[in-house]
């Protein structure tokens, strides 16, 4: 059963050395103080919380899973305890806002405890892991006295936040919702409706919590443009900002999941629930978007924690298992058989899991110094991190889950059997892993809105602002002979990129199909490019750093690993280029009455 260790020398590689974030820190106003030998404490004592307290509940949490009880949603043993110990230690307001009880250290910081904590037990981490989201939505679109009075809370980490968004009868489609807000006479509003799918939405970790929920006004039009966004407590909130009465909101039933069954997915019943509105009428879909893109960059993190917790636990078990002798000689002589780490199968299966986990993880670090440059870069830096960002959180969401879940299996893979039973702890990492691509926009949503919102929406600019990056790297690199397998195949690539968007966007001129058609081929394409990308800037390091000395095992199995990459990972792209290039007729030209069997 795999027992999460944090890849501290792997974290403090990436922060440190590859994207050099105290440098970068010192140049953003207000985040003078994290210096590098700030942000490895807090990576150590983050690393030591997370495999002390949260980690041994990953899998008894698993077994025991959620209760409702008369109304009372109760986690598992030993859950609200851990809770209770990550707010006592100030996690909750790591990277939050100081006027509001905050640490003011960088968004980066945030991400990188998610890791820590969904790494070391994912459904566990999803109870703080939503108010990341609620506290991003309220900082931009609340009132003062609204923050005074939900932030505050939420960032101590007394109350939990929640995102409302799903109905029965429409998943992703949120034009479809019927909830409804009616204006009461003291200025709130009235909540009817009935919302599913809802993490967090009821438990005994916090004594309350933030329901951020979609709703129609009477008077709202229809469709999408019809939708306000509304803050609704579960337990009312008295004018000193005590705790009061129960609000109008209730679970009605624990949905019953394939995986992360210590996370308390709800049916929400909002019986007249009393709630305030958040933004301007009409405008809630805009504004829920502060909390889907926060949550989008979550669940990325899902993947890059599903592929690194099940590579552990495939690593442990491959040096331990005896299976057969190497074809290539005899390599345990003192023992019956050779362990299954020698086999080239169960190596390319180790690697894949290996290059996923850590070009992950290189992948989400940059994101969040995206977000940190954004909220405080000069007005250039925030434009060019903002169009970024908007381009790159779609493919983090899908590749990087898509990646997780085939990480994840080959953890089942490498134990054989053994991976199958619930004893190894391999099938659960499975289970949670599943639904990360589901959540949050599925790839095909999220492949969608890239191809068609960020790349053809804007004529291309938002991908030419990453395009342009690989290309200045690249020049950088270019009359570097030790960089030369790396930088000619992502030079190519990066340019290839281009062409085939420009061939995909004149398609879709003639017919919209083949947009949608090449969408999720398109963003696996575009995810293994910016995956070359991370695996390329962490070769160029390690080739720097093994002239130096101390370290040298690391840093050739970082250039090993690259080049592994590279040759076995990276050539996926001319399959899904080739697919995509076949257009749309031999997925729509079937009529639908042939797919009856």
């Not at 990341?132 to 900082?139: D, F, K, M, P, V």
């Not at 034009?175 to 204006?183: C, D, F, K, M, V």
Request: proline share 4%.
């Amino acid at each position: 059963m795999p027992e999460y260790k944090a890849p501290l020398r792997d974290m403090q590689f990436v922060i440190n050395e590859v994207l050099q974030s105290g440098a970068l820190y010192q140049s953003l106003p207000g985040y003078e103080e994290a210096t590098d030998d700030l942000l490895m404490a807090v990576l150590e004592e983050a690393a030591r919380f997370v495999e002390g307290e949260v980690a041994p509940l990953y899998h008894s949490g698993d077994e025991e899973g959620c209760q409702l009880n008369d109304g009372v949603v109760t986690t598992p043993r030993g859950f609200p305890e851990a809770y209770a110990k990550y707010v006592e230690m100030g996690w909750p307001s790591l990277s939050a806002d100081k006027n509001y009880g905050g640490q003011d250290l960088p968004n980066l910081l945030g991400i990188i405890m998610n890791e820590l904590t969904g790494s070391a037990n994912w459904a566990w981490g999803m109870y703080p892991g939503l108010s990341h989201g609620a506290i991003r939505t309220l900082e931009e679109h609340a009132t003062e006295e609204q923050k005074q009075q939900y932030l505050v809370p939420l960032i101590s980490g007394e109350w939990t936040g929640t995102m409302c968004l799903t109905e029965a009868h429409c998943g992703t489609d949120l034009g479809l919702l019927r909830t409804r807000a009616e204006p009461q006479a003291d200025g709130s509003y009235a909540l009817q409706g009935t919302k599913i799918f809802i993490s967090s939405g009821d438990h005994d970790m916090a004594e309350n919590i933030v329901h951020i929920v979609l709703a129609r006004l009477p008077d709202s039009p229809p469709g999408s443009k019809g939708i306000s966004l509304f803050v609704v407590p579960k337990m009312k909130v008295n004018a000193d900002g005590s705790v009061g009465e129960r609000n109008g909101v209730n679970c009605a039933a624990l949905e019953n999941k394939m995986g992360i069954k210590a996370s308390a997915t709800c049916v929400l019943n909002f019986d007249g629930a009393t709630g305030y509105l958040l933004g301007e009428p009409n405008e809630g879909l805009a504004a829920m978007f502060t909390f889907m893109n926060t949550a989008r960059i979550g669940t990325a993190t899902q993947g890059l924690a599903h592929a690194q917790l099940s590579f552990q636990g495939s690593l442990a078990y491959a040096k331990e298992r005896l299976q057969m002798r190497s074809i290539s000689g005899v390599k345990n002589p003192d023992g019956d058989a050779d362990p299954i780490i020698v086999h080239p199968d169960v190596r390319r299966m180790l690697l894949t899991q290996k290059a996923f986990a850590e070009g992950g993880r290189a992948f989400i670090y940059y994101l969040g110094q995206l977000s940190d440059i954004v909220e405080r870069g000069d007005e250039e830096q925030k434009a060019n991190a903002f169009d970024q960002l908007a381009f790159l959180t779609p493919i983090a969401k899908a590749f990087l889950t898509e990646t997780g879940f085939e990480a994840a299996s080959h953890g089942v893979q490498v134990l054989g059997g053994h991976g199958y039973i619930k004893e190894s702890g391999m099938e659960q990492i499975v289970r949670d892993a599943r639904i990360a691509m589901l959540y949050e926009g599925t790839t095909g949503i999220q492949a969608m809105d890239l191809i068609g919102r960020k790349v053809l929406g804007s004529g291309g600019q938002l991908l030419r602002t990453f395009t342009k990056v690989v290309h200045q790297f690249c020049q950088q690199v270019e009359d570097r002979d030790d960089m030369a397998e790396f930088c000619h195949v992502l030079s190519g690539l990066n340019q290839e990129w281009g062409e085939l968007t420009l061939k995909i966007g004149e398609a879709a001129i003639e017919n919209p199909d083949e947009a949608g058609a090449a969408a999720v081929d398109y963003l696996m394409y575009s995810g293994y490019i910016v995956l070359g990308y991370f695996w390329a800037r962490m070769a160029v390091v390690a080739l720097d750093q093994l002239q130096e000395e101390g370290d040298g095992s690391f840093y050739e199995a970082k250039i090993f690993t690259a080049r592994f990459y590279y040759q076995r990972l990276l050539t996926r792209t001319s399959s899904l280029r080739e697919a995509i290039l076949t257009g749309s007729d031999n997925l729509m030209d079937l009529e639908e009455q042939a797919f009856a069997f």
